[in-house]
């Protein structure tokens, strides 16, 4: 899953740009998520569901013809994409706000940073201009990296590929270490797992269900979850 945030001041037109971007590669065939930071609360205290939180509830889900969750917490953008890359499968995942992530950045106003590929008038575009914008993305952006630094993608750090990639001098490489077969995670925080060992977990775990159940070719997900103690 590719990354593209969308960055700049308040009302430069950032929700436009996403909006048109994410029209544009769905309508390439791609399956696209987004995540928009926001400073508010996005519950109504006196809805049932504020009801809920203020009677103590450490987790609330809203479920109807859409489902959501409420953590009386800030889950960290790490967090957030590990969860929604391992639960929906997403191409691309486009961000709204969190100017200081260390994705490729397309900038709407004056704020830019080295992950920034490309400063962006809103004003300007009509279509053949967001075309431009998705090549851009397609070729520029990448993926959850969290420093791993193993040097399988050619380059020293995490950090050299993530400029490298964002400056166009790296269209053809790609992280190895992106989420194909295995993810972990301990105490909600993503572990980096190069190929190798992803293979290795993948295998085993794969292997070990396939001896308990009957119809083994029919499997496409596994989800393990380790409570490393006791229940009380």
Do not use: W
């Not at 400063?119 to 090549?135: F, I």
């Amino acid at each position: 899953m590719k990354i593209i945030t969308i960055m700049g001041t308040k009302d430069t037109g950032k929700t436009t740009l996403v909006t048109k971007i994410v029209k544009k590669l769905t309508s390439k065939g791609y399956k696209v998520g987004t995540v928009k930071s926001s400073h508010v609360t996005f519950d109504l205290a006196d809805r049932d569901t504020g009801k809920h939180r203020q009677a103590g509830a450490h987790i609330v889900v809203g479920t109807g013809k859409e489902t959501f969750i409420l953590f009386d917490q800030a889950l960290d953008l790490d967090q957030i994409i590990s969860t929604i890359e391992f639960n929906e499968g997403l191409d691309f995942l486009v961000l709204e706000g969190f100017k200081t992530s260390q994705f490729a950045k397309f900038s709407v106003s004056d704020l830019k940073d080295d992950y920034t590929i490309q400063q962006v008038d809103v004003t300007t575009l009509d279509d053949a201009k967001v075309g431009e914008l998705v090549k851009l993305v397609e070729d520029r952006s990448y993926g959850l990296l969290k420093d791993l630094n193993c040097k399988k993608c050619g380059f020293e750090s995490c950090y050299e590929f993530s400029i490298a990639k964002v400056q166009g001098q790296a269209m053809d490489v790609d992280c190895k270490s992106q989420f194909r077969q295995a993810l972990l995670q301990v105490n909600g925080q993503r572990i980096p797992l190069n190929p190798f060992v992803q293979n290795i977990i993948a295998k085993t775990v794969t292997g070990m269900v396939n001896s308990l159940d009957k119809d083994a070719d029919s499997i496409e997900r596994i989800e393990l979850m380790v409570r490393n103690r006791e229940k009380p």
